[in-house]
């Protein structure tokens, strides 16, 4: 066991798929003798050499339909997207060939790809480095959709969407990339509970896609989280004095139903905590999925805290983020409602 940031998590599951896979390979921009532009990739094209892993153009489009087309043909790529605000030039090739290749082919062809991108805010990317389109991807039937909250969990779950034979869209928070938080631009930062590194195992290990993990026991409320939000509820329930229970879904799809129906049933309200925007975001079916399954057991309506409804600001950065603060006032007005 070895303690690791995310990004040395990340690198050591690419690391070891490259060992024990001969099939396995990663590609993008600047992913190979640069190793990647939050260094991710670091090390792999010297260790692995440039047929497993090498730099592509400034294509995101080019990327992911040759990792669609090698993984028809037996491989399993893992290209990068070097952010995911960029990875709508691509849109098409995942929608309409990734997501729907083994149904239109009868399970004759599939695509074992794995498209790793940097996403989220809280290192001041601005509008166009910042954003949160986890909802967009969850919306397409045949896309897998997995985001990570620590070293550990980004190590195992990376291993298992690579394995897996389905498209998945690995989404890594970049605000939990480099290790603790430092509070350097916000002094709420030193308040968010927790050091985002861990003991990682150095070799092979997976963590399951679909199911969530209970971050926090709690008998009065339940919060749906995921990624950096992880975090900032584990600060916001100790600035709320609510015996609230954390959930972090690790995946949103495929989604572990079970667990929140469970956790909702036994505390009787529910806050659901994005950083993405809150109109059309993700928030909006986990209500719905609570409503549906959980209604007789609610004892106040769901809440749901997340990102304004505008681009992502440069300057404004921290208001936009949905702190500690914001979550804490949504606690406790659930509780208020009896």
């Known amino acids: 066991m070895a303690t690791m940031t995310m990004?040395?998590?990340?690198?050591?599951?690419?690391?070891?798929?490259?060992?024990?896979?001969?099939?396995?390979?990663?590609?993008?921009?600047?992913?190979?003798?640069?190793?990647?532009?939050?260094?991710?990739?670091?090390?792999?094209?010297?260790?692995?050499?440039?047929?497993?892993?090498?730099?592509?153009?400034?294509?995101?489009?080019?990327?992911?339909?040759?990792?669609?087309?090698?993984?028809?043909?037996?491989?399993?790529?893992?290209?990068?997207?070097?952010?995911?605000?960029?990875?709508?030039?691509?849109?098409?090739?995942?929608?309409?060939?990734?997501?729907?290749?083994?149904?239109?082919?009868?399970?004759?062809?599939?695509?074992?790809?794995?498209?790793?991108?940097?996403?989220?805010?809280?290192?001041?990317?601005?509008?166009?480095?910042?954003?949160?389109p986890e909802a967009i991807f969850a919306h397409i039937t045949g896309l897998k959709t997995v985001i990570p909250s620590n070293p550990f969990d980004a190590k195992g779950l990376l291993i298992a969407a690579i394995e897996d034979d389905d498209p998945v869209i690995f989404l890594e928070p970049k605000r939990l990339y480099n290790g603790p938080f430092d509070g350097r631009h916000d002094q709420a930062l030193k308040t968010w509970a927790g050091d985002p590194t861990a003991e990682v195992p150095e070799g092979h290990y997976t963590v399951p896609l679909g199911k969530a993990a209970i971050v926090r026991q709690g008998s009065e409320a339940t919060i749906l989280a995921y990624g950096t939000m992880v975090h900032v509820a584990k600060a916001g329930i100790a600035d709320s004095g609510v015996d609230a229970e954390l959930i972090d879904l690790r995946s949103i799809v495929p989604l572990d139903v079970d667990t929140i129906v469970a956790s909702v049933t036994k505390t009787g309200r529910c806050v659901i905590l994005h950083e993405a925007s809150r109109f059309g975001g993700f928030g909006g079916e986990l209500a719905a999925l609570v409503q549906e399954r959980c209604f007789w057991a609610l004892k106040s309506p769901i809440e749901r805290v997340a990102g304004w409804d505008t681009p992502y600001p440069h300057a404004f950065e921290w208001d936009y983020f949905p702190g500690p603060g914001r979550l804490a006032k949504a606690l406790m007005r659930t509780m208020e409602n009896h």
């Open 7 to 132: 990004i040395q998590a990340l690198n050591s599951a690419l690391d070891v798929k490259l060992g024990d896979d001969p099939d396995t390979l990663i590609f993008g921009q600047d992913v190979g003798y640069f190793g990647g532009v939050f260094r991710v990739t670091d090390g792999l094209q010297k260790k692995h050499g440039m047929q497993r892993c090498f730099d592509a153009p400034i294509s995101e489009g080019g990327i992911i339909a040759t990792a669609i087309g090698m993984g028809a043909y037996g491989l399993r790529p893992v290209p990068e997207i070097q952010f995911a605000d960029y990875i709508l030039p691509a849109f098409d090739q995942l929608v309409s060939e990734a997501a729907r290749l083994r149904y239109r082919s009868n399970g004759e062809f599939w695509a074992p790809i794995t498209v790793r991108s940097p996403y989220g805010g809280g290192i001041f990317g601005g509008q166009t480095h910042s954003q949160s």
